[in-house]
């Protein structure tokens, strides 16, 4: 049945005057259209209509009316970056470090991601579906209507298959889209005993080709970081995944910048996520990948801001990347390391805490620009008729500002997915 949602305060558009374009960039993340006193209407899990009450059609038998006074509609949050299957939390570790040790040290000393990677190997596929489904379902709780999930914790063939098997059978139990990202170089497992080149001859060899066959893979990822890989792993993961078409997404500049950044933009990657240590070369470079005369698909930059909040590193340098003309996604990283939540309401009040984003640029960064990390541009991420009905429906708000200014608190009604 169609339903419409009426008398909205406004309706986030994402859009300038329905002009089309893939993502927003520089001046035109805060220069989106905001209907006021607006209506919506969905059917069969599209958009079919929306404009402002003036415009509105006269009400047909067999449509559900839903009151939207003193309520926004945004479009529904995308998180194009989570680490969501995992066994146990880190509190211990988070505990540790209140007590005074460094991420570095607990990973030098096996704990970190070779912690959550013994517990995937003693974790069933049950067990492990049974969480991610908790955590995909409490991410819809605060917005998120679309995910994108690595793998990365099983660092074996049998594990990392576990993980990315878990991941598909979500897939097909949820209806939020879900993308699955393989993220076997994420750390070198010890009995590699520092033979990073073994490892990714692994990798390239026996795990891609077979997790491609069996489509288990949407993108490939790496931890490009000193200590973990090198831009030259870089270079052969992208190699073997260019002849299964698998896109790059990368972790790069996360603690340093050691020109992982521009290995990610040389393999035509479709995002380039952390970006917390950027150089004065480093901030060039991704600028010039944006000439427009370059490849069409554009290696947008994701910012992090629960992981620098929870680590306490830096911030990415968001507002400098908006002021250069580029455009800014923003996810999650939730994992249990180093962003141990999937809270993209509290990562938009990041984004404006302390990255000085205005809050209509922290909305396109967690809707257009986020699908846009992932190329779902065209069916989510906006409002136009013909997208999905992936929307939320706020409390009643004073302004849209609200939202991100009382952070940590939940200002969401509903989230329609599909229209549902
Ligand atoms: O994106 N940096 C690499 N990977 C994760 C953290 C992994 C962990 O500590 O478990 C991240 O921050
Ligand atoms: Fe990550």
Known sequence: MRKRIENLKGLATLRKNDKNCDFLAGNSMDDWTMIPDAFIEIDAGLIHDFGSMSSCPQESSNMEIIEGTGRFILPAFIDSHTHMVYANDRSDEFNMRMHGSTYKEIAASGGGILNSSKQITSSTEGQLLDSLLERIEKSRKTGTAALEIKSGYGLTAHSERKMLSVIKKAKSQVPQKIWSTFLGAHALPLIYNGNHDAYMEEICNNMIPKFADEG?????????????????????????????????????????????????????????????????????????????????????????????????????????????????????????????????????????????????????????????????????????????????????????????????????????????
């Open 216 to 420: 288990l893979i949407d993108f490939v990822d790496i931890f490009c970081e000193t200590n973990y890989f090198s831009p030259k792993h870089m270079d052969v993961l992208c190699n073997t995944a260019n002849k299964f078409n698998l896109p790059l997404k990368a972790h790069v500049n996360q603690f340093s910048s050691i020109g992982g950044l521009q290995a990610a933009i040389k393999n035509e990657a479709w995002s380039v996520d952390h970006l917390e240590f950027m150089t004065e070369r480093d901030h060039q470079d991704i600028n010039k990948a944006f000439e427009p005369n370059l490849s069409p698909r554009k290696p947008i930059p994701v910012a992090l801001p629960g992981c620098s909040l929870f680590l306490d590193i830096p911030y990415t340098p968001g507002r400098k990347i908006i002021d250069s003309n580029l455009p800014l996604a923003i996810a999650s990283d939730c994992n249990p390391g180093s962003a141990p939540s999937s809270n993209l309401s509290l990562c938009w009040s990041l984004a404006c805490h302390k990255m000085k984003l205005t809050p209509k640029e922290g909305l396109a960064a967690i809707t257009t620009n986020a699908a846009y990390a992932l190329g779902a541009e065209k069916q989510m991420g906006h409002i136009a008729k013909g997208m999905k009905a992936n929307l939320i429906l706020t409390k009643p708000l004073s302004n849209l500002a609200f939202m991100p200014y009382s952070f940590g608190e939940n200002n969401i009604e509903s989230t329609f997915i599909h229209g549902k």
